[in-house]
């Protein structure tokens, strides 16, 4: 149910109740740095297509860090974390449909003739 | 003659400054979302083309220098710090220390944006040049064009993103050095702050595509 405009909280006027502080920001940084570190290391540990699966979840994890600590996504007001979460949605959706085409075609030499077949 | 200190003027829709920048903050999102929707149409392309030739990426990512890839990750994760903590001193009022980590931000943009150009003209020097310009010989060609292309259009729009983001650094460090932010008061800060650390999102994930797909 909307709220009357008068209603919104003094922790919804400020974002600055859920700023994590000096040294929180420093603690996530770090956890920044030693998940960039430990890709690094999972690309060489990890061959073929699970390669990327571990080296694009550890950047997933790398980006909720940094959207719910540095741009204060957790605890801030939830109309900003739906307004970007709309937009992963349908960069989501619109990387899965793309996948789910090119990925069930029959022949893939169709697709080279498909694209013009530049030498 | 000194200016007179900027009072911050509320919009005659707002009855405070408070909500004012409420409804800046969630204009910022909104724009913060659509640039991620930008970025969305060329990774699409990226994934499609990496599902056709997954042999020919591999091959042509390798030729990615890893190592300015990935000081220039360490490098953005970093300056996502020195802005974080940039407008952590404005909130305690502390406007040298602001003043100091957004040089900080922007010197290690700067560094970032000049590894890039090296490692741009490293490519080139061998051919390894977008579309038609393509003339490297020591990878299967087609799937390769395709990856190089990609990899210009993406580090290129991400590497204008951080020119325009070192643009509005400068910007916020003048208003930061003259007394423009207080504790109380200090939007254009805060929005600055959650565009740079987009450009950082940005990266994290290109960094893996880019340059560990082997």
Do not use: C
């Not at chain 1, 890709?39 to 060489?44: E, I, N, V, W």
């Not at chain 2, 009855?15 to 979302?33: C, I, K, N, P, Y």
């Not at chain 2, 003339?135 to 799937?143: M, N, R, S």
Request: hydrophobic share 55%; no cysteine; glycine share 10%.
């Amino acid at each position: 149910m909307a709220r009357p405009n008068d209603e919104l909280s003094d922790d919804e006027l400020s974002s600055d109740e859920h700023a994590p502080g000096a040294l929180g920001y420093v603690l996530v940084w770090l956890a920044l740095i030693v998940l960039a570190t430990l890709t690094l290391f999972a690309s060489r540990a990890v061959t073929g297509g699970w390669g990327l699966v571990v080296a694009l979840a550890i950047a997933g994890a790398k980006a909720l860090l940094v959207l719910a600590f540095f741009m204060h996504l957790a605890g801030g007001r939830p109309v900003h974390r739906l307004t970007f979460a709309a937009a992963m949605a349908f960069l989501v959706l619109l990387i899965l449909g793309i996948l789910a085409d090119v990925g069930t075609r029959s022949i893939a030499s169709s697709y080279v003739d498909d694209m013009g077949g530049r030498p | 003659m000194t200016a007179p200190a900027r009072v911050p003027a509320v919009q005659i829709q707002y009855d405070s400054l408070e909500r004012q920048h409420v409804t800046a903050r969630l204009g910022m999102w909104v724009f913060l979302s659509s640039e991620s929707l930008l970025f969305a149409g060329l990774l699409a392309l990226y994934a499609a083309y990496r599902l056709a030739y997954p042999v020919e990426f591999h091959a042509a990512s390798t030729h990615a220098n890893l190592v300015i890839g990935t000081v220039n990750t360490y490098i953005l994760l970093t300056s996502s710090l020195t802005m974080a903590l940039a407008i952590h001193a404005t909130r305690r009022g502390r406007r040298r220390d602001t003043v100091l980590l957004l040089v900080a931000t922007m010197a290690m943009g700067l560094t970032f944006d000049v590894l890039k150009a090296v490692e741009y003209a490293e490519h080139l020097a061998e051919g390894i040049a977008p579309g038609g310009y393509y003339t490297y010989e020591g990878l299967a060609a087609h799937g390769a064009v395709l990856y190089v292309t990609l990899y210009y259009l993406l580090t290129g729009l991400h590497a204008l993103h951080v020119t325009g983001g070192l643009v509005m650094l400068a910007w916020l460090t003048v208003r930061a050095h003259r007394g423009d932010f207080t504790p109380g008061s200090h939007i254009a800060l805060e929005l600055g702050g959650l565009y740079w650390h987009l450009v950082d999102l940005v990266w994290i994930f290109l960094w893996p595509l880019l340059y560990l797909i082997g």
